[in-house]
């Protein structure tokens, strides 16, 4: 139940990511879908990998005071993915590399 609550919201999420604009994705979007890579839910951690991909892939300036996000908050979240214990999560996140 409160699985597909957060499924859903993180779909709406994703549509939303495409009208904001990049600081808004850094400092909004981005950190909410990090905390859901850890959720108890594979179809929650599913979701959020894939909106995280889209959303990463639609920003266009990064500003220089963002630069740490990726080596001290997105990458060490993501180092988790291959390793997860259900199959769905760890076949996502390799599509999501290609």
Known sequence: RYARSKSRAIGLLHQAASYCDDD???QKI???LLSMLADLSAS???AA???LTH???AIENF???DSKIFPEYILPSLSLMPRDPEEL???LY???LV
């Open 49 to 51: 990998l894939e909106t």
């Open 30 to 32: 981005v950190p909410y």
């Open 44 to 46: 929650v951690r599913a």
């Open 63 to 65: 500003p220089l005071s």
């Open 89 to 91: 999560v760890r076949t």
């Open 24 to 26: 808004t994705r850094l």
């Open 55 to 57: 959303t990463l892939a």
């Open 94 to 96: 390799a599509r999501c």
